[in-house]
């Protein structure tokens, strides 16, 4: 299951995606990215395609720069994806 947070509550939403086996992070958000558009992409990814710096993408409540093969994790039947805007407190 994939689930947005704060901002991305209105552009994701909670969903069920099923990918081909094998896939990984990196493919879930590359299928999101063309499934959910333009407001989804403009958010996430960069003009060079890239992953923004500052989105919290986490896979079962490990944040993926924490995860061993990163955005290249596999995913597996079950696994929970969380994606979080910017965060900022004070």
């Given at each position: 299951?994939?689930?947005?947070?704060?901002?991305?509550?209105?552009?994701?939403?909670?969903?069920?995606v099923?990918?081909?086996?094998?896939?990984?992070?990196?493919?879930?958000?590359?299928?999101?990215?063309?499934?959910?558009?333009?407001?989804?992409?403009?958010?996430?990814?960069?003009?060079?395609?890239?992953?923004?710096?500052?989105?919290?993408?986490?896979?079962?409540?490990?944040?993926?720069?924490?995860?061993?093969?990163g955005?290249?994790?596999?995913?597996?039947?079950?696994?929970?994806?969380?994606?979080?805007?910017?965060?900022?407190?004070?």
């Open positions: 299951m994939v689930q947005g947070y704060l901002t991305f509550k209105a552009l994701v939403g909670k969903r069920q099923s990918l081909p086996v094998g896939s990984s992070l990196g493919d879930l958000l590359a299928f999101l990215r063309v499934d959910l558009g333009g407001p989804f992409e403009a958010a996430t990814y960069d003009d060079a395609g890239q992953l923004r710096e500052y989105i919290v993408v986490t896979l079962n409540g490990v944040h993926c720069r924490h995860l061993l093969d955005i290249n994790t596999l995913l597996k039947d079950g696994d929970q994806v969380a994606i979080f805007p910017p965060l900022a407190g004070g």
